[in-house]
């Protein structure tokens, strides 16, 4: 697979209608915001969740692109896996709960990052009772905030049916169970993501794996649907590629130059995607295009 020899930086741009795009669950599962500014909020976390959930689907949880952190996963009996695999199984059960490995360990995480494809990109700590070392991951992800403050709405929500037959004969046949449902009218978000091609080269995040996680990013909300995130979808996947590996320009400066303005009448009920303006520079960049930016950087927009 070809090993990666340039830097990437990138921009994520991401909507959602009528949805919750990420509940927090210390305030009632309601969406999260800056309590501050009214922004919205959707964590990395819930962006790497989705690649993961949409590469384990369509490569069938297979290595070399098997999951590590997967839904009712447990983690230990992957790294036991792995030192089996190693030859090293002899030593599971030996160490102690911190230091179970050895000079193992490395030999572990070899296997750990040729076998897991969100190992090898985001990167895990992996120091449990079986030690599988430490991997930083080339691909790191921001948290997406949205271009304009947020309106958080709630709503009662009824449904014709109750859980148990105790809770019947309280309700005397009623069987009604009363809840509520929290919504994000209209949001836009803004997420910036980074490829660095040294730690690729140790973790051995490839090409075809770069050419994936491009993939995940633009379908991954096509196939995560639920009532409670309503309507998502990728608006915009921008990707600077730089000609070496450092990098020819600042990340900030190359993010800095695109801009998302919102159309003056529909500031403040913006309700569509439309109701924005994305231009680098003052141009607006189709699907597929790409251009130089900069001096050894070039612009893709691939969404």
Same mark, same amino acid.
């Given at each position: ?18 949805? %919750?795009?990420? !509940?927090?669950?210390? $305030?009632?599962?309601? +969406?999260?915001?800056?309590? &501050?500014?009214? /922004? *919205? ?11 993961? %959930?949409?590469? !384990?689907?369509?490569? $069938?949880?297979?290595? +070399?692109?098997?999951?590590? &952190?997967?839904? /009712? *996963? ?14 090293? !199984? ?15 360990? *490395? ?197």
């Amino acid at each position: 697979m070809a090993e990666l020899t340039h830097r990437y930086d990138f921009v994520l741009l991401f909507d959602v209608r009528d949805g %919750n795009p990420n !509940g927090d669950p210390d $305030a009632g599962n309601l +969406p999260r915001v800056d309590a &501050v500014s009214g /922004h *919205g909020i959707v964590t990395d976390v819930c962006l790497k969740r989705k690649v993961r %959930n949409f590469v !384990g689907m369509v490569k $069938a949880e297979q290595p +070399p692109f098997d999951i590590y &952190v997967k839904e /009712h *996963g447990v983690l230990a009996e992957l790294h036991e896996k792995a030192y089996v695999a190693t030859g090293h !199984g002899d030593l599971l059960g030996k160490g102690d709960k911190k230091r179970t490995g050895g000079d193992a360990v *490395g030999e572990a995480r070899s296997w750990m990052c040729a076998n897991f494809f969100d190992v090898r990109t985001f990167g895990a700590v992996m120091a449990l009772g079986v030690n599988c070392g430490q991997v930083r991951g080339p691909v790191q992800l921001t948290f997406g905030r949205s271009i304009e403050p947020i309106t958080s709405l709630e709503y009662a929500i009824t449904r014709m049916a109750v859980a148990t037959h105790e809770e019947a004969e309280k309700q005397q046949g009623d069987n009604r169970t009363m809840g509520r449902k929290s919504t994000v009218p209209y949001g836009l978000y803004r997420s910036h993501g980074f490829v660095s091609a040294f730690l690729a080269k140790q973790t051995g995040f490839s090409g075809e794996d770069l050419e994936l996680l491009w993939q995940s990013l633009i379908q991954m909300f096509d196939h995560d649907r639920s009532a409670a995130r309503g309507e998502m979808a990728t608006r915009g996947l921008y990707v600077f590629e730089h000609n070496s590996e450092l990098g020819n320009a600042p990340a900030y400066a190359l993010f800095d130059r695109l801009t998302v303005t919102v159309d003056p009448a529909a500031a403040g009920t913006a309700r569509s995607f439309g109701d924005y303006s994305v231009a680098f520079d003052g141009v607006s960049v189709a699907i597929g295009e790409k251009f130089d930016v900069a001096g050894g950087v070039g612009l893709r927009r691939l969404a």
